[in-house]
Nanobody, 127 residues
Framework: QVQLVESGGGLVQAGGSLRLSCAAS????????MGWFRQAPGKEREFVAA????????FYADSVKGRFTISRDAAKNTVYLQMNSLKVEDTAVYYC????????????????????WGQGTQVTVSS
């Protein structure tokens, strides 16, 4: 059974930092793209960052570029999202997903291209 389990969310003041983790189990994701998305109340799920598991090449939404860093630890089968200089508008539930379509980078930005999802972790940034 494939599972993605996010953790690390919480309440932080604007300007602060959090590190989210996504622990994967049940299959190898070495041929996948792993992505972080977020969803605020009343809004659609939006792309945050992605990483090609095998090469480590990363992709970011413009809104988080320079503030967030996605990485993976193959030995732990875990993907991370380091979030610095957090803003109130970063408040959302953050989800980790797995996308098997590594050949078309346009797919990395679309939630419907991801086969697997975690349950999400809440990030709240206060002013």
């Amino acid at each position: 059974q494939v599972q993605l389990v996010e953790s690390g969310g919480g309440l932080v003041q604007a300007g602060g930092s959090l590190r989210l983790s996504c622990a994967a189990s049940g299959r190898t994701f070495s041929s996948y793209v792993m992505g972080w998305f977020r969803q605020a109340p009343g809004k659609e799920r939006e792309f945050v960052a992605a990483i090609r598991w095998r090469s480590g090449i990363t992709f970011y939404a413009d809104s988080v570029k320079g503030r967030f860093t996605i990485s993976r630890d193959a030995a732990k089968n875990t993907v991370y999202l380091q979030m610095n200089s957090l803003k109130v508008e970063d408040t959302a539930v953050y989800y980790c997903g797995g996308n098997p379509n590594t050949y078309y980078s346009g797919s990395y930005y679309r939630a419907e291209e991801y086969d697997y999802w975690g349950q999400g972790t809440q990030v709240t940034v206060s002013s």
